[in-house]
């Protein structure tokens, strides 16, 4: 063999060797990747099991009659319309407050039954009746909602009533007139 033709065999096995050494990093690379994600994936995994044990054990000691029983929401909003309609049977409303609900509540309501200003002097309201019902999730929080039944001034007025309890406080409420729109005229 000449000098020539070995140098190219050993240019020749020299360049295979190379591209040989270049596939097995790439290899090794992809595999090292893979690894990562799988690794990865079962720490998220382990992380969701570990989320799942923690909200069945809560949710294992949760007995449904804590769910079925609101006698302590009924007792925060009766003690809620306690609260307004001393406010509003006051002649000046001065800070008005809610031991068990927050100012943004207190001011929706109290703007919802009585806007303010009226050029006759204050209008007397008086409480008649609720027929709020109120549900419970398994967390604790839960809703209120229905119509309560005043008069101003002598008139009868009913206002509709959402209630958002967290933590044995009203966090917020919606404020409105609940109106009939499936043409039955609310029979079945």
Do not use: W
Not at 47 to 71: C, G, M, P, S
Not at 83 to 93: A, R, V
Not at 136 to 143: L, R
């Amino acid at each position: 063999m000449t000098t020539k033709t070995r140098r190219l065999l050993y240019g020749g096995v020299i360049g295979l060797g190379i591209v040989s050494c270049l596939q097995m990093g790439m290899t090794i690379n992809r595999n090292i990747t893979l690894a990562n994600s799988a690794q990865k994936t079962a720490q998220e995994s382990l992380h969701r099991a570990e989320k799942n044990k923690k909200n069945r054990a809560v949710y294992e000691q949760i007995e449904t009659a804590d769910i079925r029983n609101t006698d302590d929401f009924k007792a925060i909003g009766q003690t809620f319309l306690q609260d307004m309609f001393k406010q509003l049977s006051k002649q000046q409303i001065n800070d008005p407050k809610s031991s068990v609900a927050t100012d943004k509540v207190v001011s929706a309501f109290l703007g919802a039954t009585f806007g303010g200003d009226v050029d006759e002097g204050r209008p007397v309201i008086k409480y008649v009746t609720d027929d709020l019902v109120y549900s419970k999730s398994a967390d604790g929080s839960g809703v209120g909602f229905g119509t309560i039944t005043y008069t101003q001034s002598g008139h009868k007025q009913h206002i509709t009533l959402l209630l958002q309890i967290n933590q044995q406080k009203i966090t917020e409420i919606q404020v409105g007139q609940v109106r009939d729109t499936s043409g039955t005229g609310g029979k079945s």
